[in-house]
Structure formats: structure tokens, C-alpha cells
């Protein structure tokens, strides 16, 4: 593992833990200067234009001219602001989704902490975004924030139902919560995915296959609700809220929700990918054993594991660009009526057959 | 389908003295002038009439009519003194395809006119706008207040003909 | 001064201690403009709305008094600024009726052109805002490209792209581009696929439908009590279009549709309706387009541009059908070179106190959608 590794390589704990922390950091940065620019890339062509041509090749500098921009703004904050939980909330939000990227295994080295408990701690340490929010939008004493606000928290919470009951039914085949387990469990070819019914064989796996198809579905419907990405952005919906619950923030704070945003945006792919599409396995084998360099297989994991997630974060680009947004009644009725019962119906099955 | 004339009759039958006359022979249109108290009651026979059915008032402004004394005033500029305002009401029939227009003129130092806006909820704004702009008082009008300027503005009705700008409008300079 | 506050009809802020009081507004993103509605709500559900106008209030019809007749034009431009051509074309039809003179067929003809144009590109910002409003940006992107060209082909006419003075009383400021009629018709081509990319990527869209449909019912009878008028009112079903209804200029010449709400997803008069309207008439705009320059006669266009515009002691109500509905000039004449009183029957200012009783016991969101789809113009409505 990654922390053993840092420790041989300097001989000191706190270095090493240091390390292995930042690594994730590293990671989150570098992929949101990209991803911004991939949604402006993505959303201009959709639209017939050309989006940023000036900064550099095809415009790949915009957003690291975008991030020099707002680091020199001002940090306005309104008199009627509650100080410390406005300047607590964007970090929080932050510490949140950053906190999830510890337990990702990104491939069977690169994995901040290799935790038995992966997934849930995951799920646990999601709920500190919530917080983050609500504080946002009350301590902004904007009443647009505070309706962003509690949209953002009722919506987060009622999607995280569907989403766990999806991510019970695959621990109940792998009999896991550890994400890193997991991942070595879908190894070998792409049939060993869950999404193709995991590592098992025979009939139970054939069994399997339709369901896991359905509940990929719910929890990347879910998962796309949790970060409030279009059609389920109404916390931040510009064109009803302004922008929500970030509307009174500016410079760096604001940029912290950004980066949460895109943050949570490849948190959330990682997951999906890592319990259903084999998380940093190869769907064809590796280079590496083929040729016989062992540390290649790292490297390799470590590349299918970003493509598969950043080809998630594409298509949350891709709806985002094409559809419109739902309304808040019609957000919830979708997740009450039928998300989770799609789910905990799909649960109950799966769990009869791995009984049986 | 009426022609003016025949609506006219009709009306004048019905309402006696409150039907002022009908003057045809202008360019483009010819117009009924109605007594200013008395209009709610024409208009409502007007819409509710099955052979008539003015179901849509299509507009109504409010007119300086400036035919009062002109009053020199020390600045150069003049004052108009009695005379009078008008409302014009332009009247049509979806259903049936006619149309009419009403007139009706108050005097300009107290403009009371009977408000059309239950009748017809078009006419709502439009008299909010002829109150704004000329002062023309709608008696009965749900909510009349201003609606184009400022609700405190207070330097009169800027569509009257005899309107000067203030100086100042909340210590802010006017003419800038 | 003369003013005197009337006590009893002061403004009084409605505040009530169980509601919250939103204000929306003047500065939102999606208010089309600097309209300030104060909302009240119970939770998300609107008990009320007052739209608060007035803020791009710039005087027109002050301003016309002391204009002669020709200067007005350009005033009117600045209305309705996605519909300049047809505000021309109204005043320009209530002008020439109080002076009781006719205009070279060429001139009508080029300007129901022009006025066509000016509402596809005017339903195009419409249509492609209201996607926005809805969360969807891409086909406002959309729009505005197909608008783009429309625009071109009128700066190659006039030279101005928004505010075109190019409908003169009795004539037209100048004779069309020699390539017009060729980049016209390549754009008619060009535009019919559009729409049906439109529908295909909004129209007909799930989350659009559930988003509009049933949404903001205007019944016709409350439609038609409120004075509405243009896409509104016939998306409640009523087939009342001034072009046949009310005939000016040489629209009796053409063969087109009226289209209207036929309650096809949800209610009958309901947002997708209008919104639905608005794409179909853009369809039959396309149609008179290509009749008209098929039929376009030779001839001069500035021939019957009378030197001096006097018009005789009266008064004249004249109305086009604009974009967004009835836009009536009502023009009284002193007998002077300026006009006595010039009062714009505004559509949208019309359409727009309807708001309260579309909104009432829908949620925020739904606000957005129901402006969206009365598809005001703020220019128009403050004048």
C-alpha cells in the first residue's frame, strides 16, 4: 500500500502519512483544471461554438487563468453574515468530499487508507458536505441561499437511500465493504465486473446480471443527484436561485465549492465504477503481465481507473448539457416513488438469490 | 356586427342622458363621449349584452386634452388651469368582430372617473398607467397606485401637458 | 405643486407574518430584464404575486409629443427591441391610416418580409430563453445561432442588427440588397430542419413536458377578459390572429395557418401550449416569407414618403400583430407635425397582469416557467 511505500522510501511516519494524504489532493486538483476545462470543451461544441481558443492550445490554460482570477478577488462578506459559519462552510464542504477520496482505490497501491470499511466511511463522510451547505445558506442571511440550502440538504438526504440500499446489494454478493476487496474481487476480464453479475458463475450469476444492471441505473441516477448536477441541480438552479446556496460567496470560498463540486463530481464515478465496473481493473488484462514488468500493473490500474471515472464525469457532462432541470416536488417524487422502491425490491431479490 | 351608429341607439335608449353623443365624421374613427360616473354601468351593459358582447377592452389611455386657460408662469413656462382630461376606451368583440371606442372627459382639477377594471381586467393596469401619468382618479379601482414612475414620486403627472420636471427626486439630481 | 397623495390608495408593502416574502427581482436572472415580482410564499407554494414594472421606463410616449411624426420611428424601435420591425410596421400603419394614404405594393410586401423575419427571430429568443429558464442552455445556444443569421439579413438590408429605423411612414428608408431574396430563401431552407431539431432536443423532451405541461393554465375566458392577445391567446385556444382577424397591409394576400393550443401534452392553455404555438408559428412565418418573395413586385420604395407629414384634426386606434401579441398605436392629431398623444397598447404590459393569477399556488420554479412563457419584453412593457 501506498503508506507502507512512503514509509519505506523516507523512514519517518508523519512524512509518510503526510504524503500519502496530499497524493489525493494532488490527484483532485490536477483532474478539476481539467475537468473545467473538459465542461467548457464539451458544452461549447455541444452548443455549435468553440468555447475558450486563446489561453494555450484549445484553451487547456482558461482555468488555471480562471483559478489566478479568483484567488486575486476580494473575499466580500455582507454585514449580516454570520462570520464563522461562513468562513467555516465552504472548508467543511470541501473537508467533505475530500475526506472521500481517502478510502478510493485508485489501484492496488495508490489507496490513501485501506480502510475494512471503506464504502460506508465514504457514505458517512459525505454527510459532513450536507452540513457544509446548510450552513452556507444560513449563515449567507440571503433568503435565495437559505431555499438553495434546504433544497441542497433534503435532496442530498433523500437520494442517499437509494444509493446505499443500491451499494448493500453489492456488498451482500461480495460479502465486502472494503472497496479495495472489491475491486481485486472483479479482477481478470470485463465478465468478472459486478455489473455483469461479479466474480460468481453459473446460473447465480446469470440471475444477477439484469438486476445489477438496474441498480447501476438507480445509483448513477442517485449519485448524479448527490452532487447536484443537471436534472437534479435545482439547490443551485441559476436561473430560479441565482446560484444557491454559494450566491454570497466570492473569490476563494466560492472557488472551494467549485472544487468540491467537481471533487464530488469524480467521488462519486470512482464509486460507481469501483462497485460495479471493476474499479481499477482492466476490462482486457494487463501490458504488464504480458510482458512480464510487474510495476506496470500499478500504473496501468491506475490509468483505467481515472478513464473509467472521467468517462462518468463525461456523461454527468453530457446530460448536464442536454437536458433541462426537474422541479423540486418532481425531484423527490422520483427519488420516494420510485428510486428506492426499484432499489429495496431489487435488494430483497438479489439478496433471495445469493441465499439460495 | 353593429356599426357605431346602431350601438349608439341602442345605448341611448338604455341610458338616457349618460350617453353624451356620437361624433362621426372625424378622421379615422368615430367615438361616443359617456358621462365619467356612468361609464362602469355602460360598459358592464356593453360586455353582458348578448347582441353586443364588448368582451375585450382592447385599450385604454388617459388624454390631456390642454383645451384650459394657459396661465404664464415667472420661469417662462405656463401653467394650464381648468379644461379638461379624458380616457378613451377602445372596445372590441372577439366573438362578434365590432368595435367601438368611448370617450369620456373630467375636469382637469378634479378627475374622477368611474373604474372599468371589475369589468374588464385589462383595463386594470391601463387605468393604474392613466393614473400614474395624467392623476386621473379611477373611483373604485381595486389597487390604484402608480405603476410606470416611482411609488413616492412626487412631482406630479409627467403626461400632462403643462408637466415640469423637478429638480430633485430623493436628493438625486434630475436632469443629469 | 399640484400633487396630492390620495391617503386611501397609497402602496402599502403586503407583509404577513406566516408567509415569507421573496423578492424576485429587479435584478434575477431569469426575470427577462429589470421586472421585480414580490412574491409570497408558504414554503415553496406562491399564495401571491405583484409584479412591480417600471424600471426601464424611458418616457415614449412624452417623448413622442415632442417629436414630428417621422422621428418617432426610431423611438419605437427601443420598445420592443427583439421586434423593432414590427413596432415600426405598427406605427408606420396607424401613421398612414390617419393621413389616409396607401403605400407601392413592393413596400408591403417587403415589410410583412421584414415583419415575419422579426418573429421567427423574435420566437426564437423566446423559445430558447424559456429552455434556459428551464435549466436547459443547449438549445438557447441554438436559437440564437439561427437568430444570428436573421439579424444578418436584416443589417444587410438596413445596416443595424437590433434598432433597424428601416419602416419609414409611407415607405422604407432604403430598397432591399440585391442579394436578399437569394440569402432569404438559402435561410427558409436552411431554418426548416432547425425546428425540427428543436423539438427533437426540447419540444418533445420528458422532463420538459412534466416541467410545463399543466403548468400555468390560462383559461380563454380569463384569457380573454385580461385583454391577452398573440400566442398567449391562442395557446388557450382561441384561433384569433389580427393578420386574418383584422387585416392590414397585404396579409389577406397569403395562405397560412393559425395555429393553436390544443392541450396536446396537458390542459389546454397550459405553458407548454404557448410554447408549443410559438414553434408552429414560426413554421407558418417561414410560409409567408416564401409566398412574399415569390410574389414580391418591382417598384420604388421611397416614392410615397410624403415630404411633410401633417395628418387632419382626429384620432386613429391602429394594430399589428407583433410577436408577443396586439401592439396598437392609439395616435391623436392636433393638426400639427407632431403628435397630440401617442398611447402604445403594449402586449406585453398587457400580458404581463395576468401573472397573479397563472402563479397562484404553484411553486417557485413554476414562476420561471410562467414568465417564461408569457414571454415578456421589459422595454415594452416600462416604454
Known sequence: MMYDFFLDLFGNEILAAIVTGVTPLLFILLFVLFAVWLERKVSAHMQDRLGPMRTGWHGWLQTIADLLKLIQKEDISASANDKPLFNLAPILVFAGSYAAFAAIPFSSYFIGSNLDLGIFFIIGISGLVVAGILMAGWASNNKYSLLGAMRAAAQIISYEIPTILVVLTVVMITRTLNLHTLSEMQTGYIWNWMIFGGPGTGLEKFLLIPLMFIGFLVIYTSTLAEVNRTPFDIPEAESELVSGYHTEYSGMKFAMFFLAEYANMYAVSAIVSALFLGGYQSPIGYLGNLIGVSWLVPIEQFFWFTAKGAFFVFVQMWLRWTLPRLRVDQLMALCWKYLIPIAFVNLIIVGLITVL | MKTAEEIFKILKDKFGDAVIELKTGVPVESYMTVDPLKIDEVCLFLRDEPELKFDNCMNLSGVDDANGKKEAQPDGTSNIVGGTLSVVYHLESVYLKHKLTLKVSTPRDNPQVKSVAEIWRSADWNEREAYDLFGINFINHPDLRRILMPYDWEAGYPLRKDYKNPEFYQGMKVPY | ?383
Request: charged share 25%; with cysteine; hydrophobic share 40%.
Open chain 3, 1 to 383: 405643486m399640484s400633487f396630492e397623495t390620495n391617503k386611501s390608495i397609497e402602496y402599502k408593502p403586503v407583509v404577513k407574518t406566516e408567509h415569507m416574502v421573496l423578492n424576485m427581482g429587479p435584478q434575477h436572472p431569469s426575470t427577462h430584464g429589470v421586472l421585480r415580482l414580490e412574491l409570497e410564499l408558504e414554503g415553496e407554494i406562491i399564495t401571491r404575486v405583484i409584479p412591480h414594472i417600471g424600471y426601464l421606463h424611458r418616457c415614449f410616449e412624452k417623448h413622442a409629443e415632442a417629436m414630428t411624426y417621422p422621428q418617432v420611428v426610431p423611438y419605437t424601435d427601443r420598445m420592443d427591441y427583439l421586434a423593432s420591425m414590427g413596432n415600426e410596421f405598427g406605427y408606420a400603419v396607424a401613421v398612414e391610416r390617419l393621413l389616409g394614404i396607401q403605400v407601392p405594393e413592393r413596400v408591403e410586401y417587403i415589410r410583412v418580409i421584414m415583419a415575419e423575419l422579426q418573429r421567427i427571430a423574435s420566437h426564437l429568443v423566446a423559445l430558447g430563453t424559456y429552455g434556459a429558464d428551464i435549466g436547459a442552455m443547449t438549445p438557447f445556444l441554438f436559437c440564437f445561432r439561427d437568430r444570428e443569421m436573421i439579424l444578418s439579413l436584416f443589417e444587410m438590408t438596413c445596416g443595424a442588427r437590433l434598432l433597424y429605423n428601416y419602416i419609414w411612414v409611407g415607405g422604407l428608408s432604403h430598397d432591399l440588397h440585391p442579394d436578399f431574396v437569394r440569402k432569404t430563401r438559402d435561410f427558409c431552407t436552411y431554418f426548416k430542419p432547425k425546428i425540427k431539431e428543436l423539438n427533437d432536443l426540447l419540444t418533445y423532451n420528458k422532463i420538459f413536458i412534466e416541467r410545463t405541461a399543466n403548468v400555468g393554465v390560462l383559461p380563454l375566458d380569463t384569457a380573454i377578459n385580461f385583454g391577452i392577445s398573440g400566442p398567449m391567446l391562442r395557446g388557450s385556444g382561441l384561433k384569433w390572429d389580427l393578420r386574418k382577424d383584422d387585416p392590414y397591409s397585404v396579409y389577406h394576400k397569403f395562405d397560412f395557418n393559425i395555429p393553436v393550443g390544443e392541450g396536446k401534452v396537458g390542459t389546454v392553455g397550459d405553458c407548454w401550449d404557448r410554447y408549443w404555438v410559438r414553434v408552429l408559428e414560426m413554421e407558418e412565418s417561414l410560409k409567408i416569407i416564401e409566398q412574399a418573395l415569390d410574389q414580391l413586385p418591382e417598384g420604388d420604395v421611397t416614392s410615397a414618403i410624403p415630404k411633410r407629414i401633417k395628418p387632419p384634426i382626429g384620432q386613429v386606434y391602429a394594430r399589428v400583430e407583433n410577436p408577443r401579441g396586439e401592439l396598437g398605436y392609439f395616435i391623436m392629431s392636433d393638426g400639427n407635425v407632431n403628435p397630440f398623444r401617442v398611447k402604445v397598447r403594449a402586449p406585453s404590459f398587457v400580458n404581463l397582469g395576468v401573472m397573479d393569477v397563472l402563479c397562484r399556488g404553484h411553486m417557485v420554479a413554476d414562476i420561471i416557467a410562467i414568465l417564461g412563457s408569457v414571454d415578456i419584453v421589459l422595454g415594452e412593457v416600462d416604454r
